[in-house]
């Protein structure tokens, strides 16, 4: 974990409304990130003090740079998107465990802003093994879609589902998956919640690696602010909550309890 | 020149430690700097049994600050003594001991079970907003506080500080309370109870509806409420609230506090702490003081 108080943006643009991708200059960062990890920005306003953690997206350790997708939420993503190219930024990471990488074919499940850290996973994909199977199931709401290009060109297959159905499959990408017969092979999954929970019902007989999301305090585990229900048959109460940003934010499937209702 | 302060006859080589649940059982900051320069490590609150806390979000942002409601998440007096102690003893500065429970006997098992370990002090909490029993229903009833306070002041064998919530009418009383039963020192103040509200769900913000507020936001009641406190009693105070810088923490010791504690900045600026030792360092040889303590109540 490295504090940079000062990263210089080499680009923040639009890429569809509210979906901002932003580009930092970070060659110690870099170095150490690997995909499904996360890094903290801060919003250098006295009176928005939390970082806001944002995945990294894609990763080039020989030029230093990382690249963050990120959507307008609130006050401190509304701040982000109003820096420009040669503006800084105090960033700190690589924060959280990861995405760990299994040998043989591999599926990629990702929903709106939950898509972004898959890219760099699918370059490690394909990084690893050349030869490697990968088809990845892009979900949106409507064809106002972004990264798909470059899912292309790592993956065997890319597979569109939107909620109007302006392109690809018309559902969700659980639904779509259903179509074509379920999962079959290791799955990587980061979206909306009910995605998530669709998801380690329909893959039940493949490991399933899932990356959350929870609003988090530090983002390095000393807050315990993050809580993610983990099962524990040793626990009083039969679980257990784990730190979204160090015990994750990238978990087993089988190790989540998912509760009912839309968060 | 000297940073030194005694608290209840603890030497702490300088005013300077951390707030309780703002810095885990510090091995998260441990590989970030060298913690052993604080003037002693206050860990998260630790019961009698594993609790498993709040419901999430437990987290939220306010203005200037942040709320939170994690609920004394923690693993029990037995893993903590086995597994998080050790390390926090070899970090060779203070360590200080949050303690909870939900009743007066939890307290008491946590203190007679940390009697025979190496902690050098004891800060009682009972004034958590986010736990449903015990915690701040003992902090906001002097005469609770009063029977706690000395049922752990006999079972205890390390200076007990007693951590009071701002949640009260009168802040003072409850202190004095404290003192009258035997605390060696008071540690104030915890955080404001507050809320907010996601208005695109419509709901409350936090997974347990209130939460605790900290952060900067906080830090003119906290200082007041330590120099209202100071007036009252003759024991160290540890004020703590919305410390974010050495100006900040000077204040603190200006309005009467023996040593501060740095929280909600500790999550923002990993090693923040050790820049408010460094200036208040500063701020000892530019006034050409002898000792830190000069300007221990100065404001009065």
Redesign the interface.
């Known amino acids: ?1 490295i ?1 940079v108080e000062k990263a210089i943006i080499l680009e923040n643009t639009e890429l569809i409304h509210d979906v901002y991708r932003m580009r930092i200059n970070s060659p110690e960062i870099a170095e150490l990130c690997k995909p499904g990890q996360f890094v903290n920005l ?1 919003t250098g306003d ?6 806001r953690p944002i995945s990294i997206c894609r990763l080039d350790k020989k030029l230093g740079v990382i690249t963050l997708l990120y959507r307008i939420e609130g ?2 993503t509304r701040i982000f998107a109003g820096l420009k190219a040669d503006d800084s930024i105090r960033v ?1 990471g690589p924060l959280g465990n990861g995405f760990k990488v299994q040998n043989g074919t591999a599926v990629l499940i990702g929903g709106g802003i939950g898509i972004p850290p898959l890219l760099e996973l699918a370059a490690d994909l394909r990084r690893t093994d050349p030869d490697r199977i990968i088809t990845a199931y892009l979900g949106y709401r409507d064809k106002n879609i972004f990264l798909a290009d470059e899912f292309n060109e790592l993956c065997s297959n890319v597979e569109i589902a939107t909620d109007d159905g302006s392109i690809g499959f018309h559902g969700n990408t659980c639904d779509l998956i259903k179509s074509q017969g379920g999962i079959s092979a290791t799955a990587y999954a980061c979206g909306p919640i009910p995605m998530l929970r669709g998801l380690s019902k329909l893959a039940q007989n493949s490991k399933l690696f899932l990356s959350l999301e ?5 983002g ?10 983990t099962a524990n048959t040793a ?3 039969g ?3 784990k730190r979204c940003c ?1 015990d994750g934010p990238v978990f087993i499937a089988d190790d989540l309890v998912f509760e009912d209702g839309d ?1 | 020149m000297s940073l030194n302060v005694s608290l209840s006859g603890i030497e702490w080589k300088n005013p300077v430690t951390t707030a309780s ?4 059982t510090a091995k ?2 441990s ?2 700097y060298d913690i052993s320069r604080l003037g002693a490590i206050t860990v ?1 609150g630790v019961a009698p ?2 609790w ?10 306010t ?4 709320l ?1 409601a ?1 609920g004394l ?1 923690n693993g029990g007096i037995d893993s903590f003594v086995n597994d998080e102690l050790p390390d926090l003893l070899a970090v060779g500065t203070n360590i200080i001991v949050n303690v909870c429970g939900r009743t007066m006997e939890d307290y008491v098992a946590v203190i007679e079970r940390l009697s025979t370990e190496k902690v050098d002090m004891l800060e009682l909490n009972i004034s958590c907003p986010n736990v449903s029993k015990g915690g701040i229903a003992f902090g906001t009833n002097s005469e609770l506080t009063f029977e706690l306070v000395k049922m752990c002041k006999q079972a205890a064998r390390q200076p007990l500080y007693v951590k009071l919530s701002p949640n009260v009418t009168d802040i003072a009383e409850i202190a004095t309370a404290a003192e009258a039963a035997g605390a060696d020192g008071i540690t104030l103040i915890n955080t404001l109870l507050g809320m907010s509200i996601d208005i695109k ?1 419509k709901k409350p913000l936090l997974g347990n509806v209130f939460g605790g507020l900290s ?2 936001a906080i830090m003119p009641v906290a200082l007041r409420s330590v120099y209202q406190v100071y007036k009252k009693v003759s024991i160290p105070i540890i004020g703590m609230g919305g410390i974010s810088s050495a100006e900040d923490a000077v204040m603190f010791l200006m309005a009467g506090a023996s040593a501060v504690a740095v929280g ?1 900045a ?6 923040i702490v050790l820049d408010i030792i460094d200036g208040i360092e500063d701020y000892v040889k530019e006034n050409g003081l002898k000792s830190i303590t000069d300007i221990v109540g100065i404001a009065h």
């Open positions: 974990m504090d801060y006295a009176s928005s003090i939390l970082p006050k401190g700190f929870e609003r988090m305090g530090c390095f585990g000393a807050c315990v602010g993050c809580a993610v229900k626990a009083e109460q679980f257990h909550y160090m968060r | 649940g703002t810095f885990g998260e900051m590989g970030l998260k049994m594993a498993s806390g709040n419901p999430p979000p437990r987290i939220g942002e203005y200037g600050g942040m939170n994690v998440q769900r952060g900067p909600t500790n999550l923002i600026k990993p090693g």
